[in-house]
């Protein structure tokens, strides 16, 4: 293995870490949902890495994460609409408050 492809997936799996550590320690909404983003950035990371290492000229790896990086996008508006909702109408977007929504 290279040093360049050891460094890629160190990187990944600090960001995979930090994020998990983030998404379970966290009680804030928006909190979380960065939590989430670093875990799937740290999972892109190590797919751009290892695609690079075992496929150079294939560049369909490249488009797959720029369509993934698309989905996280959406992901993360489609949350913080629903936090601002939640704030609107609760004045809070606290995790442990979030126990009585209903339908």
């Not at 320690?25 to 990371?45: D, K, P, R, Y």
Request: glycine fraction near 10%; hydrophobic fraction near 60%.
């Amino acid at each position: 293995m290279t040093a360049v492809l050891i460094v890629a997936l160190v990187t990944g799996a600090l960001l995979f870490g930090i994020g998990l550590y983030g998404a379970l320690s966290q009680t804030n909404l928006v909190m979380i949902m960065m939590g989430v983003e670093l875990i799937l950035a740290g999972a892109l990371v190590n797919l751009v890495a290892f695609w690079r290492f075992l496929h150079p000229h294939v560049y369909a790896g490249q488009m797959f994460v720029l369509i993934i990086m698309t989905v996280m996008a959406l992901e993360m508006a489609v949350g913080f609409g629903i936090a601002v909702a939640r704030f609107r109408s609760r004045g809070s977007v606290e995790m442990e408050e979030a126990r009585d929504l209903n339908g």
